[in-house]
């Protein structure tokens, strides 16, 4: 049996898959060999800035939206009572850098997976982080074990 890649996303990837089609791509490439998993306030985080994102750029904010929903059928949006027991020790690891940042290190914590960003707050924080530039060398791992 293959063994599937998981990984965590933040906020920011969320936003960027939908502000441009790099990332999206991405996620869509590698949706049958990775498991994308993100809290569920990072989900809430997005739909609160994309739309002032859009209208910044003189676009309909609802097209992002609808980009954003269509984004739930490949990302796990994971309950807090999930990964609350991992609360503390997260807040510990991510509070020098930003604190409300302590989801998605007690996500990661709890799925033993690394988390993809563009946020430099997670580096020293004791996870793995991956960034858009190079995610495709972690993700790619998981087609690996998908064709063995």
């Not at 990837?13 to 993100?38: C, D, E, P, Y």
């Not at 002032?52 to 949006?77: Q, W, Y």
Request: charged share 25%; proline share 3%.
């Amino acid at each position: 049996m293959a063994v599937e890649t998981k990984i965590v996303l933040d906020a920011n990837i969320l936003i960027r898959a939908v502000l441009g089609k790099k990332v999206r791509n991405t996620i869509q490439k590698f949706a049958n060999s990775t498991q994308f998993f993100t809290p569920e306030v990072c989900f809430a985080d997005a739909r609160k800035y994309l739309p002032a994102l859009f209208e910044k750029r003189n676009l309909p904010a609802d097209e992002a939206l609808a980009v954003l929903e269509g984004l739930t059928s490949l990302i796990a949006a994971v309950d807090a009572n999930l990964y609350k027991i991992y609360e503390v020790e997260a807040k510990q690891r991510i509070a020098v850098r930003d604190i409300d940042d302590w989801p998605i290190v007690a996500l990661s914590l709890m799925l033993d997976c690394p988390i993809w960003t563009e946020d430099t707050d997670f580096f020293g924080a004791g996870v793995a982080t991956w960034t858009s530039d190079r995610i495709h060398l972690y993700l790619s791992k998981g087609e690996q074990n998908i064709s063995n």
